[in-house]
């Protein structure tokens, strides 16, 4: 199983509409990754390491695939609608990352 992670980050000018991303953006992934996608989790960041600093990001989302080769089968074709709606839920380049599940 592997994982992307999809970081947005948090800065003083960014902007998340998480309504929007919840409502529109997700389901519109889920749609056009269809069974390739095994599962998916949003988290809020709500604080930093230390009292009362801002969270590193704004949002993290999850998604789950069987492997490298499933994901870049279902991603690769649909890629450019799912980045083009960015826009219309952030004003931030998010971060990317692959990793492999191992617990």
């Known amino acids: 199983m592997i994982k992307v992670s999809v970081f947005y980050p948090q800065n003083a000018t960014s902007k998340f509409d998480m309504a929007y991303y919840l409502d529109k953006h997700i389901p ?3 749609k056009l990754l269809g069974s390739a996608l095994k599962g998916v989790a949003v988290e809020q960041g709500l604080a ?53 599940v191992k617990l």
């Open 28 to 30: 519109m992934a889920r």
């Open 48 to 100: 930093g390491a230390q009292p009362g600093v801002p969270p590193t990001y704004a949002v993290v989302a999850h998604l789950s695939f069987d492997s490298m080769g499933s994901f870049a089968a279902a991603f690769l074709p649909i890629a450019p609608q799912l980045q083009g709606d960015l826009p219309n839920y952030t004003n931030v380049e998010p971060l990317i990352q692959f990793g492999e």
